[in-house]
């Protein structure tokens, strides 16, 4: 499956040196987890993923044609 995927703030730096947000091709049965290990970013350092605008787990399964949206916990105080 093809999905779109934007990955912000603190996460980029886990991202190969060539990746650019866009396209990304997955195995159909793939989750939210299978996309993180693909990507080389570690589940533990992710805030929040949306898929479609939604806020999802790590197991959710992903659909093609999708945009999931990957963010670093949120800091500050």
Sequence with gaps: MILTVQVYAE???YLPD???DGPIALADDATV???LGQLG????ETGLVSLDGR???DE???RGGS???IFAPAGGG
Excluded: F, G, K, T
Excluded at 41 to 44: F, N, V
């Design 11 to 13: 996460l980029r730096p």
């Design 18 to 20: 060539d990746w650019r």
């Design 33 to 35: 987890s299978d996309l």
């Design 41 to 44: 970013i570690p589940a533990e």
């Design 55 to 57: 806020i999802v787990s």
């Design 60 to 62: 959710q399964a992903l």
């Design 67 to 69: 945009e999931v949206r």
